[in-house]
């Protein structure tokens, strides 16, 4: 099956988020709080990082106010909390942070290289090999993860499903017209974003990520039509 990979980084987020859900539930709040700002400086650390790998900056501040402008004209930070906490009431499910949980963890595991290396990996014909590592570090993150901001985590996977399958499919479709620079410049973009939640996290401020999220679809029209 052609996105085996992100099944499987599915059901390990689901195992992984279940055991922190359990720890969440156990933890003093003083535990979970550290938990959180150990997340939020090690996803400074990785959208930094990331973010470097750019060779077109250019072009990469170009998407982003685009992606901005599209994201904000469709409220997609609004539309996708709301969903959450509609989800929430509608399931019961308890604690004030489930959109949180959800959209950070999203990002978290659907911004990274591993995800746009991997998926085309596994897109173009590969075994799914970064994917399968990727699953094996999703699932511990999402224990700590779920610790820290509950159930919304364990959501994650239905955005992680639409989009890491999403592109998996799309690699399949264009095959080699996804070039080097196409790669690079999108986990750029996506170290961006990172860096925003980042931000988001440690309570500095807040910053509408999703609403930067039409970015990522930008980038590689630019890197295409001027890279």
Do not use: W
Not at 18 to 40: E, N, Y
């Amino acid at each position: 099956m052609i996105i085996s990979g992100t099944l499987i980084n599915v059901a390990a987020v689901i195992i992984g988020g279940g055991l922190g859900v359990l720890f969440h539930a156990r933890l003093p709040k003083r535990l979970t709080d550290s938990f959180f700002q150990a997340i939020g400086l090690f996803t400074l650390f990785l959208g930094f990082s990331m973010s470097l790998k750019t060779e077109n900056p250019l072009l990469l501040v170009f998407s982003l106010i685009l992606g901005a402008l599209v994201g904000t004209l469709l409220r997609l930070q609004e539309r996708i909390e709301n969903l959450g906490t509609n989800i929430q009431a509608k399931l019961k499910l308890k604690g004030g942070q489930f959109s949180e949980g959800l959209v950070t963890a999203f990002l978290m595991f659907c911004m990274g290289s591993m995800t746009i290396l991997g998926a085309i990996e596994e897109g173009l014909g590969g075994e799914p090999n970064l994917l399968l590592i990727k699953s094996l570090m999703d699932g511990f993150s999402s224990i700590a993860l779920a610790a820290a901001l509950g159930v919304g985590v364990i959501f994650s996977v239905v955005p992680l499903l639409i989009y890491q399958g999403g592109l998996t499919l799309l690699a399949a479709y264009l095959g080699s017209s996804l070039t080097n620079l196409m790669v690079d410049e999108l986990a750029a973009t996506g170290g961006i974003l990172l860096i925003g939640l980042g931000i988001t996290i440690l309570g500095i401020k807040k910053i509408e990520v999703l609403n930067l999220i039409p970015a990522l679809l930008f980038i590689v029209l630019l890197v295409y039509f001027f890279g």
